[in-house]
């Protein structure tokens, strides 16, 4: 059984992975996604080497191995269903979840995590709009297209917000940008590099374009 640490380095190298053109990270950015000095990073990548979960490339990067998508798969779902579950059935706040799921991700069971998802009827997404790998390790590739890049004046729905950090969620939820809610981008200024939304009825939001890019719709 995979130690808590070993999980949280595959989780983190598998979501860096979805951001770039070759799967390879850099392990100076997965040193400051994991918060620790390089040499930590460059150990530890070393030992998932060893174990078979991932490839490591000096000066050049770190991929995971079948094996290694395959176990940060399973603890994405432990993750993302204990977020749903925490607001579903604990009523606990969409911006305060991902913390809570961080720490319980590597105590609870599978017996225990097959209930929750029976529970909350074999969800495919989180709070969040994130996806929901599978039992079978599987996960849906996400298709929806950012408040930066969508169609201007056409209705569309939030299907995701692509940042956990609770200031920015509450900034959505108080913008009305939640996942379910109907939207409009009304105009997309290129030299100001912002995005003017109208949430539903609400009034019009303005967005830079780095927050804009975190907000995804269909």
């Given amino acids: 059984m995979a130690s808590s640490t070993v999980e949280n380095y595959v989780k983190r190298i598998f979501l860096a992975q979805q951001t770039t053109a070759d799967g390879l990270v850099p392990v100076g950015q997965l040193a400051t996604i994991m918060n620790v000095v390089p040499g930590t990073a460059t150990s530890m990548v070393k030992a998932l080497s060893d174990s078979g979960l991932?490839?490591?490339?000096?000066?050049?990067?770190?991929?995971?191995?079948?094996?290694?998508?395959?176990?940060?798969?399973?603890?994405?779902?432990?993750?993302?269903?204990?977020?749903?579950?925490?607001?579903?059935?604990?009523?606990?706040?969409?911006?305060?979840?991902?913390?809570?799921?961080?720490?319980?991700?590597?105590?609870?069971?599978?017996?225990?995590?097959?209930?929750?998802?029976?529970?909350?009827?074999?969800?495919?997404?989180?709070?969040?709009?994130?996806?929901?790998?599978?039992?079978?390790?599987?996960?849906?590739?996400?298709?929806a297209v950012s408040l930066a890049d969508c169609e201007v004046k056409k209705r569309l729905r939030v299907s995701r917000v692509a940042d956990q950090q609770p200031a920015f969620l509450q900034l959505m939820e108080r913008s009305g940008l939640i996942p379910g809610a109907l939207v409009r981008v009304e105009n997309r200024d290129e030299v100001a590099g912002a995005v003017v939304v109208v949430p539903g009825g609400d009034d019009p939001v303005v967005l830079g374009f780095s927050a804009a890019r975190k907000v995804f719709v269909e």
């Fill in 54 to 143: 991932a490839e490591y490339a000096p000066r050049t990067g770190v991929r995971l191995t079948r094996g290694g998508e395959q176990l940060a798969l399973h603890v994405l779902r432990r993750h993302r269903l204990l977020e749903l579950f925490l607001v579903k059935a604990l009523g606990l706040d969409w911006s305060e979840v991902h913390t809570e799921a961080e720490e319980l991700e590597h105590a609870v069971s599978d017996r225990v995590l097959e209930r929750i998802d029976d529970f909350l009827g074999h969800p495919s997404v989180d709070p969040h709009g994130d996806p929901i790998p599978s039992a079978r390790g599987k996960m849906a590739e996400p298709s």
